[in-house]
RNA sequence: GGCGCCGUACCCAAGUGGUAAGGGAGAGGUCUGCAAAACCUUUAUUCGGCGGUUCGAAUCCGCCCGGCGCCUCCA
């Protein structure tokens, strides 16, 4: 089967045809760097850097764009409240630009220990005053959009369409939307592509309706199309986007060009705590900063993929623990088996394709073809684990073609296309050029030969010890083995 | 009030017309000095409830119950 993917435009599973043949533009929206990040982050880029991942793997060039946004986002009332980052500079009393770096910084950290590959550009806001200056001046040359005392506003009624992504008709919207009597704007569901800078605001730039700076919405679609043109295959987001947001940058963007914008939405789900929406505003959200003094990255990348993107997933510490467990099984098999293929290697390189592997990886593929189902591909990288194990445990020698297919299926399904292989699996490693790896191994030495004499008091305690410096000690058939926990 | 989503075992979670994946936890067994790891067996006659369509439904339709999201910033 083709790759299908869910497109929120049409509610449907559709086939993947992109706009030009073996290309795929992706947008994603970035996050407003005010904060750290926190799980829900996670969700939405660890689901992105999968997909994307995938579509690398089926040999597309890909230009990934994600934006930064460091202006422009208000708190509370659309248009009416205060810039995100401007707050927040002023609670710290530095430069808002020394915020939106600061948690820019933090954001890529968090994702870069999570796996997660980085986009191709990452347009900053500020960096592209001048092209959402453009575009706000050519919706207003179209009649898209009116000024008002400095602010300049985009007419939902001029745009016929508004409300085709997020399925909404903008009459009955009037009526659960609270109608600021002093609000400048024509109706209610108007929004805002510059906004004047009262005094005092910082982050304020000259344009020709005086001084002020960018609404949100108008980022996106100005960088969007900046990097991959008027057109591009696919957009994405967090669900929580598509209205208004993404909605927003439908009706400029197709306003401002007079073409269709996106081929396919994609919005991830969300993230809950105790059945209920994590967010900043809320107060209940986990940073990954936080989350990673518990789990290792690698092991919430895992949890989050073990759930489909569309899917909320509820964020527990039992859950996740869960996930730590099933996830360093699978990560032991991976090692032991690189571990035999390394200390035993086969007289001959093998290139035999194994059937069994073949089509462990053909499920594989086509779960993933079936709108990223990841959570459905990690069930057969479990099949393929517990077959590597049956073949460890019984003659090496001869699964060794069988082995080498393996290994080579881990490769690509868990490391390349998921993403969940640690870049060091070597059995034994530890930091370079340490005298760890030595000692351990003359105290395993000394234990082992107080096994031979049965003393086992003092053979536990050496596997104690070492246990509590967090080197777990396994003794197989065929010795004992160690490793890092 | 409007729009939409979800309810699958003790927990997490796939499956969306052909007779219930996977992970965790639990139970029994093999191996082992023990432990760990691994393997084998086992754990939902059933998918919130009630009707309907169908040869056949967890999957489609209707109603009801429960939970959540968006409609205001949010990934």
Same mark, same amino acid.
């Given at each position: ?25 992706? /947008? ?54 205060? $810039? ?18 600061? /948690? ?17 550009? /990452? ?15 050519? !919706?207003? +040359? ?28 903008? $009459? ?28 005092? =605001?910082?982050? +304020? ?40 947001? =993404? ?5 400029? *963007? ?53 759930? =489909? ?13 869960? %996930?730590?467990?099933? /996830? ?8 032991? !088996? ?15 394709? *194994? ?8 499920? &594989? ?44 299926? &881990? ?37 082992? %030969? ?5 003393? &086992? ?8 010890? !070492?246990?509590? !410096? ?16």
């Amino acid at each position: 089967m083709p790759l299908h993917v869910y497109n929120t435009l049409s509610r449907a599973k559709e086939e993947f045809k992109p706009l030009q043949p073996g290309r795929v533009g992706i /947008y994603v929206c970035g996050p407003t760097v005010y904060g750290h990040p926190h799980i829900g982050h996670a969700k939405s880029y660890v689901s992105f850097d999968a997909i994307i991942r995938y579509f690398r793997y089926l040999e597309y060039k890909v230009l990934y764009v994600q934006n930064i946004t460091d202006v422009g986002h208000l708190t509370d009332d659309a248009d009416e409240g205060e $810039d995100k980052i401007e707050q927040r500079s002023k609670i710290d009393k530095v430069h808002p630009m020394q915020i939106a770096e600061e /948690y820019t910084q933090s954001y890529f950290e968090d994702m870069d220990a999570m796996g997660v590959l980085r986009a191709d550009i /990452y347009p900053r806001a500020t960096g592209h005053i001048i092209e959402q200056i453009q575009m706000v001046e050519e !919706l207003l +040359r179209n009649g898209f959009a009116y000024e008002v005392d400095g602010s300049v506003y985009f007419d939902v009624r001029k745009f016929g369409e508004y409300g085709k992504l997020s399925g909404r008709v903008l $009459d009955e919207m009037v009526a659960g939307t609270r109608v600021d009597k002093r609000s400048d704007k024509r109706h209610p569901a108007d929004f805002a592509l510059w906004k004047k800078a009262e005094p005092g =605001h910082i982050m +304020r730039w000259i344009s020709p309706w005086g001084e002020g700076y960018p609404g949100w919405h108008i980022e996106c679609s100005a960088m969007s199309m900046k990097y991959l043109g008027q057109q591009f295959d696919i957009h994405g987001g967090g669900m929580d986007n598509q209205f208004p947001h =993404h909605e927003c940058e439908i009706a400029q *963007s197709e306003c401002a060009t007079g073409k269709p914008f996106v081929k396919y939405w994609l919005h991830n789900n969300l993230v809950t705590v105790n059945g209920h929406k994590m967010g900043k505003s809320l107060g209940n959200f986990i940073t990954l900063k936080d989350a990673f003094k518990k789990y290792d990255p690698l092991v919430l990348r895992f949890f989050i993929l073990q759930s =489909h993107y569309r899917s909320t997933l509820d964020y527990s510490d039992q859950a996740v623990q869960g %996930a730590q467990t099933g /996830y360093e099984k699978l990560i032991n098999t991976v090692r032991n !088996l690189r571990d035999e293929l390394t200390t035993h290697p086969p007289a001959e390189r093998n290139t035999d394709v *194994s059937s069994a592997v073949n089509s462990l990886k053909a499920k &594989f593929l086509s779960a993933m073809n079936d709108d990223f189902n990841t959570p459905q591909a990690i069930a057969v990288l479990f099949d393929g684990v517990k077959e590597v194990n049956q073949l460890l445990g019984g003659d090496v020698k001869k699964a060794f073609p069988e082995l080498n297919a393996f290994d080579a299926f &881990f490769d690509n399904c868990a490391g390349e296309i998921l993403g969940i292989l640690p870049d060091k699996l070597d059995a034994q490693a530890l930091e370079g050029g340490s005298l760890e790896p030595t000692l351990v191994e003359l105290l395993l030495r000394v234990r082992d %030969a107080a096994r031979t004499e049965k003393a &086992f008091a003092l053979s536990d305690k050496i596997r104690d010890g !070492l246990s509590q !410096l967090g080197i777990i000690v396994e003794d197989r058939k065929d010795g004992t083995r160690w490793r890092k926990s």
